[in-house]
């Protein structure tokens, strides 16, 4: 398919690599144009409304502010040649994911969500898994785009703001499975036991999953850079969460308590680590 | 080995079947005699002490209550035939350990800790994680009872109140995994998403692991009789586990949110399902 | 002075009752213009722009929305007309305040915020207590119109959004002061200890103040309504002081457990309630 | 009355100063028989068996491990000559109070319960707020005492247990305030707002009442030495009003976070200041 790509930050740069390799066409677009460097294959274009048509747009954005900002604000919808569909892929709130809903609607462009599970290694490999949502029929035609993407697809129904849900409480889970090892380890090293030890039985037992693992890893040996997934993003979903559990009308409390431990984290200059550095409140708390 | 094992709970019972088929000499004792019923192959004692003797005596019991009036108020360590090894399995507070060690140090016994991971069933297999610290000679000992019991001994080292606080920050892990599913899955269902299709993707995705998938399964078939670890039992393992951090200056906040819930739970009669029913209470809190 | 009111609610009504006892000229505006029946002695103008001018006016919306409605998207300090200065009462978010500021700024507006604590017959008595901040210049010419509005003036200043952040630290401390008074209700009726009997003993001795005295009471009466300070606008300001806290890199866990157990209150039906109502919340955690 | 004390911390030698004013003959013990020192018109007495005497004894220790040992495991109620009432004034567990009840009802001493609200030198002021229960007749003899040490006596009926879930119910309230007012600090702070500013509002207006006076101006001007209440202190009383809430069935999430700041407070060396110390937890959290 002949596809744009708006965003190449660590995760749209994996992306298209795994676009290119699957056969397509991809145009490239970028706010600071020096992402797409070393980038094969693909075609850079200097404008987002070039990048937005063909066959199918991607946006993969960091968060809503960049999305509304070149979606909204940029006019996109209202320019004269509009893609065949616009996959939107970014980690965004509810909210926005509505708004959009709305807008595409008007402007007659086929619009899906699906945000993705996995980190820039995977996305290069093609391996994510991707949430998806919306209209059936858009979404098979973007299926070619979404094999070379992932391993498997997950559709979650017909409103594209379900996918958003569904990645928020993803990802929700995940910072709650880090700060449960964080607490677990310093409740060892307080009795004495070595964290690392604790986590190597619990993540090769009950818990050997691949987030339990990867990020219990990291807190055994106290590596916490480079970032795989940053504190500071970890902060900005759980926020998302937290909206949209507001507006959904239901409590979490495990959630309110990550928001905390999350802004402790950043406060104390952490927000450029990786998530696993959450330990490190957990450590601190106990007065170490 | 000739063994004598106090306890004929769920596990306990489990645990017996597993060491007769590996060959060993088993008396069994249980305040309620009639927990032996049907358990082939061994010798039902009459007295705890004629089950606290021979080459290895293994406890199995509710809690620290049960444990302290066998042990402790019934004199065992004070009687005139005493086993060559105290196998302590059952999880029980660090504080109890603690005091245990040093009792059984002044009355000559050897004593080791080692509770498990794993439900009646696995414990009926013999495929138990068994978490094993004290004197390594004495462990060496025990290690044919432990290899009959489980498919894997984790050793931490020396000092056996070490094993148990493993053990509680295992279980503790364990809650708060299943109150993020809880927590994810009302915030899903606030969104339109099934909980099913949302605990479908992560249990076999970022969150492929035994924990996640049993517990995930019952959240998502809203499955929770029988229960498989006791709704009642758990929150009993969070006051341990909240206990344990007190001793050792560990704020918890994880634990003290699992704490809340769990005596909501129990309030509102679900103090005799299975811990998936966590999930009964984020429902609840978002009005359905 | 010549003063236009902007918003007519509960409390605006009450304010504005105490400007014509104070002696001013006062025009009033309020979107729906049905909520200026009954008030004597004021002018009743028919559009914001109209009521925007003179030597001051005054804003008192229920939100930022509303607020950033009338003045930003109302283009409100592009008019011809515009007034001495503009005193801020409403309750707001920190990052308008400052967006308020800026914008006053470049249109040569003077503008001040000017929070209020008090209930609405407070307002209507004239004894707010009133935290302001701004160009002390500027408040000294407000001065009349805060003298007729309050007891007291605080003031925090020059930066305009300090005063608001001030609003919502005290508001955060009210709805905590409920919370704790529910949690200790709820633990008392645990024990069979009439709630009304604690509350009586300890808002008379330790807590004999406003706030603990007005709520208390209605806890010990179980009385809800009609609301003095309604339960989804207790929401809606916790909502407003968390995002600052996040703004500003200050973990807030209490803040945090209030968040949640007002959206239980409002899942269950009960944000048009009185705040007091929060303690139906703890009652109903502990099955009853 | 012919009285005995037992128990001679920093509340115990204030109260004896208030009794001896009162005109009652005052026996004194404490474990540490210093702590006699400077005490005019008592009698030291040298066993506690030789205080638990008289008309009545009063007992007032540390803790329920104290009371404990030298009650129960000190055998007092067995021994020949015994009080005509016991007045049993510490701040202990619901648990101790029922089991204690129990027991003075077998050894047919009567007991009820007089836990305190205020600090050392409103002890010795003779103006605590005194919370009782117990059999009325019982009440009623002791009066005089009573009178002596308090301006007001709290009746909370016939079961000695209730008037301790009252004395934690308040200290739990009292400690939730001082939390709320170290976040409000905290937060203020992080605006640029001096917390002394935002506390002198406060604490003058909606919270005018000696709790939020007498903290506020610790917090304002950071002074948390001497303590009037100690942080470990505070510590042990959220303990056992969590242990009582457990016993209720009362889930308390403000109680929850309570316990976890307190930890971290005294983890951080902070045991042995006064409890307006939180706010210190407060501000590290935000990284100051």
Partial sequence: MDVGVIGLGRMGRGMVQSLVRGGHRVRVWNRTASAADGLDGVTVVHSAADAFTGDAAITMLADDAALRSVIVEGGLLDSGTRPGLHLSMSTISVALAQELTAIHERAGVPYIAAPVFGRPDVAQNGALNIVVAGDPSVI???????????????????????????????????IAAIEAMGEAAAFAEGHGVASADLLDLLTNTLFASPVYKGYGASIAAGRYEPPGFGLRLGLKDIGLALAASGQAGVPMPFASVLRDTLIDAVSHGDGDKDLAALALVSARRSGR
């Fill in 140 to 174: 098979a035609k973007a299926q070619p785009l979404l094999d070379a993407l992932g391993t498997k697809t997950w559709p979650f129904g017909t409103q594209p703001y379900r996918a958003n849900a569904v990645k928020l409480a993803g990802n929700f889970m995940l």
